[in-house]
């Protein structure tokens, strides 16, 4: 059985990660519509990692005999004047991710909480990946005049990600 106070943290973390789903799409559509379809495939397939990661914390809860709660997801911004600006908020929202995962692995710690300590290993090194996918985007597109045809390249590139 899993505490009430880890349920409503990892509950709160499943809201999170389900707004990162939207925050993603918002941005997937954002370049469909800017017609830039690798930037949008690549964060499609960003949203569908979300969602995954969603539905493993839901299915915890409800393999540990806890309880979901599913609040109200927030509207994501649905605008941004850059390609650059819009990966900036990316790995922004992933460091933010990150801290929610090392404040839950905390808690775990705190409350000896084995099971969630092991689950939440897995997402620590998941952020990692996050954060560093974000930071490479960064990167090429700081070498690139991001009004020029090499954005065109690299949305090539990112239109050959795998995934859903």
Same mark, same amino acid.
């Given at each position: 059985? /899993? @505490?009430?106070?880890?349920?409503?943290?990892?509950?709160?973390?499943?809201?999170?990660?389900?707004? @990162?789903?939207?925050?993603?799409?918002?941005?997937?559509?954002?370049?469909?519509? $800017? $017609?830039?379809?690798?930037?949008?495939?690549?964060?499609?397939?960003?949203? *569908?990692?979300?969602?995954?990661?969603?539905?493993?914390? %839901? *299915?915890?809860?409800? *393999?540990?005999?806890?309880?979901?709660?599913? #609040?109200? =997801?927030?509207?994501?911004?649905?605008?941004?004047?850059?390609?650059?600006?819009?990966? &900036?908020?990316?790995?922004?929202?992933?460091?933010? =991710?990150?801290? @929610?995962?090392?404040?839950? %692995?905390?808690?775990?710690?705190?409350?000896? &909480?084995?099971?969630?300590?092991?689950?939440?290993?897995?997402? /620590?090194?998941?952020?990692?990946?996050? #954060?560093?996918?974000?930071?490479? /985007? =960064?990167?090429?597109?700081?070498? =690139? &005049?991001?009004?020029?045809?090499?954005?065109?390249?690299? &949305?090539?590139?990112?239109?050959?990600?795998?995934? @859903?």
């Amino acid at each position: 059985m /899993i @505490s009430n106070t880890m349920q409503n943290a990892i509950n709160t973390q499943i809201n999170k990660e389900l707004y @990162s789903y939207y925050l993603y799409l918002a941005m997937s559509a954002h370049f469909t519509e $800017n $017609n830039l379809e690798g930037f949008a495939h690549w964060l499609h397939v960003q949203a *569908d990692e979300e969602m995954t990661h969603a539905m493993k914390f %839901y *299915d915890f809860l409800l *393999d540990r005999g806890g309880h979901v709660n599913l #609040e109200a =997801i927030a509207a994501p911004t649905a605008t941004w004047k850059t390609t650059n600006e819009l990966f &900036d908020q990316v790995l922004a929202h992933e460091q933010m =991710i990150t801290a @929610s995962i090392n404040t839950l %692995y905390e808690l775990a710690l705190k409350e000896k &909480d084995y099971p969630s300590q092991v689950l939440l290993q897995w997402y /620590i090194n998941e952020q990692v990946e996050e #954060e560093k996918n974000a930071t490479f /985007i =960064i990167h090429q597109l700081k070498m =690139i &005049d991001a009004r020029g045809t090499a954005v065109l390249m690299l &949305d090539k590139q990112l239109g050959k990600r795998g995934g @859903s």
